[in-house]
T-cell receptor, first 117, second 108 residues
Framework: DAMVIQNPRYQVTQFGKPVTLSCSQT?????MYWYQQKSSQAPKLLFH???????NEADTPDNFQSRRPNTSFCFLDIRSPGLGDAAMYLC????????????????FGPGTRLTVL | GQSLEQPSEVTAVEGAIVQINCTYQ??????LSWYQQHDGGAPTFLSY????GLEETGRFSSFLSRSDSYGYLLLQELQMKDSASYFC?????????FGTGTRLQVFP
């Protein structure tokens, strides 16, 4: 089945130790997103790739970076995790038919729950 | 800025009908989406309204009134598996903004 895969499902890191979260997709979608979701809160968009074009949200901290080496894979790098970065990180994809559909139906992966010690 | 308001929690019994409201304020608007998220799970897309009116998909319907900056999700014939959080999300240019979510609890 076509899907969005995130590895690992659970990640523990130490305060200040860089960590990378992975996302892959078999849907052949051209847009990939990274969201941060803290407990009992809504998902918050960090950034997205439209094909190879990177789009950063204005309030995304510089501590968060992303890479998309090809259509199928996208990575979230947290350079120096703080305690406040502990959250669920969700990867999503979409294949918009037009610019106004850019944020239409999105397909989410199961998420990676990050713990910072 | 942008803001979305949803009730924090709604309870209902199996077989009932429940409506989850969403009011929004945003500069620029393309549409309103609804997502379902079970505890520990990923959000799943339910519906998208770009135009005023009602969209029906099985037991779920979604409504939008652009002039009132208001929408709702209607869930009919509630089942226990419908217990989850429901998020409305507005689509202003260049962004997807999720509401704070409504936790629906369905009781037998």
């Amino acid at each position: 089945d076509a899907m969005v895969i995130q590895n690992p499902r659970y990640q523990v890191t130490q305060f200040g130790k860089p960590v990378t979260l992975s996302c892959s997709q078999t849907l052949n979608h051209n847009v990939m997103y990274w969201y941060q979701q803290k407990s009992s809160q809504a998902p918050k968009l960090l950034f997205h790739y439209y094909d190879k074009d990177f789009n950063n949200e204005a309030d995304t901290p510089d501590n968060f970076q992303s890479r998309r080496p090809n259509t199928s894979f996208c990575f979230l790098d947290i350079r120096s995790p703080g305690l406040g970065d502990a959250a669920m990180y969700l990867c999503a994809t979409s294949r918009p038919t037009s610019w106004v559909d850019l944020y239409n139906e999105q397909f989410f992966g199961p998420g990676t729950r990050l713990t910072v010690l | 800025g942008q803001s979305l308001e949803q009730p924090s929690e709604v309870t209902a019994v199996e077989g009932a009908i429940v409506q989850i409201n969403c009011t929004y304020q945003t500069s620029g608007f393309y549409g309103l989406s609804w997502y379902q998220q079970h505890d520990g799970g990923a959000p799943t897309f339910l519906s998208y309204n770009a135009l005023d009116g009602l969209e029906e998909t099985g037991r779920f319907s979604s409504f939008l009134s652009r002039s009132d900056s208001y929408g709702y999700l209607l869930l009919q014939e509630l089942q226990m598996k419908d217990s989850a959080s429901y998020f409305c999300a507005v689509i202003p240019p260049g962004k997807l903004i999720f509401g704070t979510g409504t936790r629906l609890q369905v009781f037998p």
